[in-house]
């Protein structure tokens, strides 16, 4: 919205700043930073006030978990808020790629706030069934993936691009809407099962967010694009105050999440943030590297998938307990030494996702 004070503008001067998607990023990293700080104790207050026992706790989950009975969650509303309104204040929006990644962050975020609801009001961890939720997201991610395809170059228009074979593009044609989903739908859901300790999913989105931001800059310049031979994707760029105003409400809500947490994001955040990084990557033709950057939310629903496969079939289980995060606290690790590792991890991850953009 801000971009439009460029118009008062004559070339120079501080309406000029406005043209430049760096500054803009920078005032809708503040802008989502200070929403937090303002607005999450008093979220936090009406939470706790409504929400009365706060978020169910699974009972067959790790024992200690048991004491954090009582701590409200919705706390998501706090980063989508920051998020969206930062967006919509410094983003420039005529641009379709900005619209199409908060349609998904809106959308995911409605499908986590009912789910969150139901648990809250039925004290019962089940909340919405996994059919509806299942299907609804990927109603939302076809329309996202067929938006995305309309506004793609020519040439990229339902292809695949892959990092480091950088000339190599696998033509999915009408299937490329189908992949678009999965990739939103993964994402949203391995976000959502990496949401289980306090601080444990937040930051690796954030890290995820900058890097996927710092792509979407890259491949929206031309210049940038010949440099590191990458496809060019015009008007990408302005995704990058989108992933600037979501980490810093990421920042302003982890004040609050760091352990012991004052309020969990549930559901409600880990959707919409998980839905926004698919979005993104599928944007910016990046969703291969998507799977690198985000590898720990891979890791954490691969831990998923491989337990209930393998205790269908033998019985037994390959983890202690699943998600992966989980195995660990059985085996005796203190939960801010899991967070702050898995951390870590997420870092060195994204930085091996952007090297791609440079190998060839």
């Given at each position: 919205?801000?971009?439009?004070?460029?118009?008062?503008?004559?070339?120079?001067?501080?309406?000029?700043?406005?043209?430049?998607?760096?500054?803009?990023?920078?005032?809708?990293?503040?802008?989502?930073?200070?929403?937090?700080?303002?607005?999450?104790?008093?979220?936090?207050?009406?939470?706790?006030?409504?929400?009365?026992?706060?978020?169910?706790?699974?009972?067959?989950?790790?024992?200690?978990?048991?004491?954090?009975?009582?701590?409200?969650?919705?706390?998501?509303?706090?980063?989508?808020?920051?998020?969206?309104?930062?967006?919509?204040?410094?983003?420039?929006?005529?641009?379709?790629?900005?619209?199409?990644?908060?349609?998904?962050?809106?959308?995911?975020?409605?499908?986590g706030f009912a789910d969150d609801y139901a648990k809250v009001t039925?004290?019962?961890?089940?909340?919405?069934?996994?059919?509806?939720?299942?299907?609804?997201?990927?109603?939302?991610?076809?329309?996202?993936?067929?938006?995305?395809?309309?506004?793609?170059?020519?040439?990229?228009?339902?292809?695949?691009?892959?990092?480091?074979?950088?000339?190599?593009?696998?033509?999915?044609?009408?299937?490329?809407?189908?992949?678009?989903?999965?990739?939103?739908?993964?994402?949203?859901?391995?976000?959502?099962?990496?949401?289980?300790?306090?601080?444990?999913?937040?930051?690796?989105?954030?890290?995820?967010?900058?890097?996927?931001?710092?792509?979407?800059?890259?491949?929206?310049?031309?210049?940038?694009?010949?440099?590191?031979?990458?496809?060019?994707?015009?008007?990408?760029?302005?995704?990058?105050?989108?992933?600037?105003?979501?980490?810093?409400?990421?920042?302003?809500?982890?004040?609050?999440?760091?352990?012991?947490?004052?309020?969990?994001?549930?559901?409600?955040?880990?959707?919409?943030?998980?839905?926004?990084?698919?979005?993104?990557?599928?944007?910016?033709?990046?969703?291969?590297v998507l799977a690198i950057v985000g590898g720990l939310f891979v890791?954490?629903?691969?831990?998923?998938?491989?337990?209930?496969?393998?205790?269908?079939?033998?019985?037994?289980?390959?983890?202690?307990?699943?998600?992966?995060?989980?195995?660990?606290?059985?085996?005796?690790?203190?939960?801010?030494?899991?967070?702050?590792?898995f951390w870590i991890i997420a870092l060195i991850l994204a930085m091996?996702?952007?090297?791609?953009?440079?190998?060839?």
């Open positions: 919205m801000l971009f439009w004070l460029t118009e008062l503008s004559d070339g120079g001067g501080a309406f000029n700043l406005f043209r430049y998607i760096t500054f803009r990023a920078g005032g809708a990293f503040l802008t989502a930073l200070l929403f937090g700080f303002l607005f999450g104790n008093p979220l936090i207050n009406v939470l706790r006030r409504r929400q009365g026992k706060g978020q169910p706790i699974r009972t067959d989950g790790p024992e200690t978990h048991m004491s954090k009975a009582g701590t409200p969650t919705m706390g998501g509303l706090l980063i989508v808020g920051a998020l969206l309104t930062s967006t919509v204040l410094w983003a420039r929006l005529d641009n379709p790629f900005v619209w199409m990644v908060m349609f998904v962050t809106i959308c995911y975020a409605a499908i039925k004290q019962n961890a089940a909340g919405l069934s996994s059919k509806m939720r299942l299907l609804l997201g990927f109603l939302i991610a076809g329309v996202a993936g067929y938006w995305a395809s309309l506004f793609h170059p020519p040439e990229l228009t339902g292809n695949l691009a892959l990092p480091v074979f950088k000339n190599t593009l696998i033509h999915l044609g009408y299937f490329f809407v189908p992949f678009a989903m999965i990739v939103i739908v993964g994402a949203a859901n391995a976000v959502n099962l990496t949401d289980g300790l306090d601080g444990l999913a937040i930051m690796p989105v954030m890290i995820a967010g900058g890097t996927l931001g710092i792509i979407a800059y890259a491949v929206g310049r031309v210049d940038f694009t010949e440099y590191l031979d990458v496809h060019y994707v015009p008007g990408t760029g302005e995704i990058l105050i989108f992933c600037a105003a979501l980490f810093g409400g990421g920042l302003g809500f982890l004040w609050y999440n760091a352990p012991p947490a004052a309020v969990f994001m549930g559901d409600t955040g880990s959707l919409a943030l998980g839905g926004a990084l698919g979005a993104i990557a599928v944007a910016t033709k990046h969703e291969i890791v954490e629903a691969l831990s998923v998938i491989i337990q209930v496969m393998y205790f269908k079939r033998t019985g037994k289980r390959v983890f202690l307990m699943a998600p992966i995060h989980h195995h660990y606290e059985k085996k005796g690790w203190a939960e801010p030494q899991i967070v702050i590792r091996i996702g952007l090297a791609t953009l440079k190998v060839r």
